[in-house]
Every structure is written in structure tokens, then in C-alpha cells.
T-cell receptor, first 110, second 115 residues
Framework: DAKTTQPNSMESNEEEPVHLPCNHSTISGTDYIHWYRQLPSQGPEYVIHGLTSNVNNRMASLAIAEDRKSSTLILHRATLRDAAVYYCIPFYNQGGKLIFGQGTELSVKP | DSGVTQTPKHLITATGQRVTLRCSPRSGDLSVYWYQQSLDQGLQFLIQYYNGEERAKGNILERFSAQQFPDLHSELNLSSLELGDSALYFC??????????????FGPGTRLTVL
């Protein structure tokens, strides 16, 4: 299983961009990178996923390094509601199980 | 609201007892996943069912079992409960069997407290 490394915590100011990094140097060539987040007292929530190129959706952008050994989740304008634990998850070719690491706890200051 | 429902929201029981947690997936989703979240172990995958059949198994204890019914709802049965089983149990669902591009939608969870 590929290992991921994320900062334990990060802090941001409201309405500023946030870049959440993730290292996944042992990822295999066919594994997608998925990001989920877990808001306080809620179940995890899908954010975005990608394979090789950068991806955008209404929630965030995902920048994947050319060698695929790292990726960065970008929240363009953080809001108080974005305070959550963010998980970077290489999606293995072994069925649908998600392997959650420790994640990054993001706090957003008004 | 993810469209995944879980009942009950809270469950308090004693050691040695047996409980059943229920999950209804989003309409149209064929896969159901169970996860356990505890303070010391984090979020851990337990088991996956796809269209009634067991698809993948994680670190699920032998005291735990699950099934998915013809209407696609799923139940997680926990027996001979121990204090260490106290945790949040999440159910998730996805359209397909767990492809690389599948999105999993999580329910609000059931908080189990074993006294």
C-alpha cells in the first residue's frame, strides 16, 4: 500500500487561498489521488480526485506533480465552513476500500 | 445531506451484548462500505458489499459480521461487545464496485458506546 504524508495541521485566514500538500512517493501508476474531508461531527465527504493532470471542480482544485509523487489540494477562498480534516488517499486497485491516514486538520480564522 | 442514512444515531450498550447497525445507501448505489472511526485507530475500512455479495474485507473482527439485503440496505452486526468497540461507525455507498473513479458518499454515522 502506498504511504501518504500530510502535515498534521494547517491554519488559514478566511477568504485566502489554502494549499494542502500530500506526499505519496510510492504510488503506483494506475492509482488515482482522491481527497476527502471530514467536517466536525460529520462523515467524510468527497472533495476531488485525479490521475495525472490538474483537476478543478466547484469545491477545489487538485494539482498533481508531474512525477505523481505529490499533490496539492487548493481551496481558492477558504471559508469558516472549510475547517475540517483533509485526507489524501491513493485509490488502490484492490476494490473500493479507502485507506485513511492521519490527514491535515485545517483551521480557518475569521 | 449525502443521501445515505444510518440508524440509530447513538447506541449505548453493555459489554458482552450484541447490536445491529443499519445503513440505507443512496438511491441507485450498489456498493455499501462500512468504516470504523476510533480515537486511537482513526478511520478504518471494515467491509464492502456490492449488489448483495461481499466484495472486499478489511480489518474486521470475527465478532463482527455484515450483510447486504436484496433492497440493497446493509446491516453491521457487532457481538460480544468490548469496551474497545466504542467508536463511530460510518456507512458509505457508491454506484459501482469500487472503481478508481468511484465516489463514496458517507452517512452521518452511528456512535456506539460500550459500558
Amino acid at each position: 500500500d502506498a504511504k501518504t504524508t500530510q502535515p498534521n495541521s494547517m491554519e488559514s485566514n478566511e477568504e485566502e487561498p489554502v494549499h494542502l500538500p500530500c506526499n505519496h512517493s510510492t504510488i503506483s501508476g494506475t492509482d488515482y489521488i482522491h481527497w476527502y474531508r471530514q467536517l466536525p461531527s460529520q462523515g467524510p465527504e468527497y472533495v476531488i480526485h485525479g490521475l495525472t493532470s490538474n483537476v478543478n471542480n466547484r469545491m477545489a482544485s487538485l494539482a498533481i506533480a508531474e512525477d505523481r509523487k505529490s499533490s496539492t489540494l487548493i481551496l481558492h477562498r477558504a471559508t469558516l465552513r472549510d475547517a475540517a480534516v483533509y485526507y489524501c488517499i491513493p485509490f488502490y486497485n484492490q476494490g473500493g476500500k479507502l485507506i485513511f491516514g492521519q490527514g491535515t486538520e485545517l483551521s480557518v480564522k475569521p | 445531506d449525502s443521501g445515505v442514512t444510518q440508524t440509530p444515531k447513538h447506541l449505548i450498550t453493555a459489554t458482552g451484548q450484541r447490536v445491529t447497525l443499519r445503513c440505507s445507501p443512496r438511491s441507485g448505489d450498489l456498493s455499501v462500505y462500512w468504516y470504523q472511526q476510533s480515537l486511537d485507530q482513526g478511520l478504518q475500512f471494515l467491509i464492502q458489499y456490492y449488489n448483495g455479495e461481499e466484495r472486499a474485507k478489511g480489518n474486521i473482527l470475527e465478532r463482527f459480521s455484515a450483510q447486504q439485503f436484496p433492497d440493497l440496505h446493509s446491516e453491521l452486526n457487532l457481538s460480544s461487545l468490548e469496551l474497545g468497540d466504542s467508536a463511530l461507525y460510518f456507512c458509505a455507498s457508491s454506484v459501482a464496485a469500487g472503481l478508481h473513479t468511484d465516489t463514496q458518499y458517507f452517512g452521518p454515522g452511528t456512535r456506539l458506546t460500550v459500558l
